[in-house]
T-cell receptor
Framework: ELKVEQNPLFLSMQEGKNYTIYCNYS?????LYWYRQDPGKSLESLFV?????AVKQEGRLMASLDTKARLSTLHITAAVHDLSATYFC??????????FGEGTQLTVNP | GAGVSQSPSNKVTEKGKDVELRCDPI?????LYWYRQSLGQGLEFLIY????????KSGLPSDRFSAERTGGSVSTLTIQRTQQEDSAVYLC????????????FGPGTRLLVL
């Protein structure tokens, strides 16, 4: 059974600081996604990572994938309050379904 | 363009009643997925449809849950004889195809079983 684990589950950081969220998964994957969820809202797609060494960047967020280590990271640079949300990684295998991590609740404080 | 839409946005029901949740996928998307998000279980896959193929029902938690997709578009998730543990947010997603396309999520239906 595929397991996807994120850490930390809760992250409180100050504006301007950097931090990394980690996503480990237990079996070979075809794709890895990062989604953002604001309170009471649905999931917004941030990144899709397709292959080993893939790196994607959008604004203050950068995601990377190491398929050999079965690890993806979401790096936050110079955090701002607007980044406060819950971030999920999700692994997609040949069955097309997504298996999600537990989510990382990020709070960026002024 | 229009995204995935779901209705109702909120549903309160009594234990033992049946409920129907509706999903309208993005136009042209052939794959449709249902997920459930609850405090205790996180985000769980329930079922997916692709075109006219038999749906993958392997994530449905019990035989009280069923889903159908009519005309390759709108889908309905039905929960019979609801239980309190069915309380969750039910999310629908669609994608262009099952071949590893990004899934776009709807706003969800928040179900509360009293």
């Amino acid at each position: 059974e595929l397991k996807v684990e994120q850490n930390p589950l809760f992250l409180s950081m100050q504006e301007g600081k950097n931090y990394t969220i980690y996503c480990n998964y237990s079996t070979t994957s075809d794709r890895l996604y990062w989604y953002r969820q604001d309170p009471g809202k649905s999931l917004e797609s941030l990144f899709v990572l397709l292959s080993n060494g893939a790196v994607k960047q959008e604004g203050r967020l950068m995601a990377s994938l190491d398929t050999k280590a079965r690890l993806s990271t979401l790096h936050i640079t110079a955090a701002v309050h607007d980044l406060s949300a819950t971030y999920f990684c999700a692994v997609q295998t040949s069955g097309s379904r997504l298996t999600f991590g537990e989510g990382t609740q990020l709070t960026v404080n002024p | 363009g229009a995204g995935v839409s779901q209705s109702p946005s909120n549903k309160v029901t009594e234990k033992g009643k049946d409920v129907e949740l509706r999903c309208d996928p993005i136009s042209g998307h052939t794959a449709l997925y249902w997920y459930r998000q609850s405090l205790g279980q996180g985000l769980e896959f329930l079922i997916y449809f692709q075109g006219n193929s038999a749906p993958d029902k392997s994530g449905l938690p019990s035989d009280r849950f069923s889903a159908e997709r009519t005309g390759g578009s709108v889908s309905t998730l039905t929960i019979q004889r609801t239980q309190q543990e069915d309380s969750a947010v039910y999310l629908c997603a669609s994608s262009l195809a099952t071949l590893m396309e990004t899934q776009y999520f709807g706003p969800g239906t928040r179900l509360l079983v009293l």
